[in-house]
Nanobody, 121 residues
């Protein structure tokens, strides 16, 4: 299984950015997909997850109402639409593949390489 995240960049506060994560190597539609992020000097934290058939979503309180996770199983791709970005959203964002609805990094088996998001004030 390979996950490749891309779409990060340098934006200003209030801007939007859409991350993508392309999966290959297995049946994409059978798994939970999640986004996590890690800021310098901090632990990796949960951002959002989406269930197999997109019926269940979960967001961290810090991004609720601003970020939206979605998936296109036909394209084996999961997205993270990020609106109203804040400087505290600055981090490396990772997509991950898991087998259950979990907010814990340890419950995700496969990880993308991460994409840097930097939000300037």
């Amino acid at each position: 299984v390979q996950l490749q995240a891309f779409g990060g960049g340098l934006v200003q506060a209030g801007d939007s950015l859409k991350l993508s994560c392309a999966a290959s190597g297995r049946t994409f539609g059978s798994l939970v997909m999640g986004w996590f992020r890690q800021a310098p000097g901090k632990e990796r934290e949960f951002v959002a997850l989406l269930s197999r058939i997109s019926t269940i979503t979960e967001y961290a309180d810090s991004v609720e109402g601003r970020f939206t996770i979605s998936r296109d199983n036909a394209k084996n791709t999961v997205y993270l639409q990020m609106n109203s970005l804040k400087p505290e959203d600055t981090a490396v964002y990772y997509c991950a593949e898991g087998s259950g609805l979990s907010l814990s990094c340890t419950d995700y088996n496969y990880w993308g390489q991460g994409t840097q998001v930097t939000v300037s004030s």
